[in-house]
């Protein structure tokens, strides 16, 4: 955590430090404004490229293991964990449905069953529980 923490700095500092040359270089009639527009363009567009990439790699690993005791625990079943995979992608109700051959009253009630045991009111509290316990990635 520290380490990101002093990378992120790191790249911000150096980031504003760039950003300042090239605004006294531009102001001094050094560098052409055009040419000033297009490094600062370059600049957000390689940090966003290399953001991205950094929170792809983050998010996917290298294999995730979901937490067995957790959902146990917590008495999901397969289906339910199904339905949770799917709402984790951002599925409306009836494309999960779809995807799942069943009907949308069928995912309105595994819904309101993960609602209960992850103790979440909303599509997203939902999500962002069972990623905290490790059963989605």
């Known amino acids: 955590m520290i380490r990101t923490v002093i990378t992120a700095g790191l790249v911000l500092a150096l980031g504003a430090f760039g950003l300042a040359w090239l605004e006294v270089q531009q102001a001094t009639r050094a560098i052409e404004p055009q040419l000033y527009v297009a490094l600062v363009a370059l600049a957000f567009a390689l940090g966003g490229l290399w953001l991205g990439w950094r ?18 625990a917590l008495g999901l079943t397969g289906q339910e964990m199904r339905v949770l995979d799917a709402l984790a992608t ?36 939902a999500v962002g529980r069972a990623r905290d316990l490790g059963l989605i990635p």
């Open 90 to 125: 951002g599925r409306a109700n009836k494309e999960i449905a779809r995807t799942l051959g069943l009907s949308p009253n069928t995912i309105k009630t595994h819904l309101a069953n993960l609602y209960l045991k992850l103790e979440a009111s909303t599509r997203t509290e």
């Open 55 to 72: 929170m792809a790699a983050r998010r996917h690993g290298p294999h995730f293991e979901p937490n067995t005791a957790a959902r146990q």
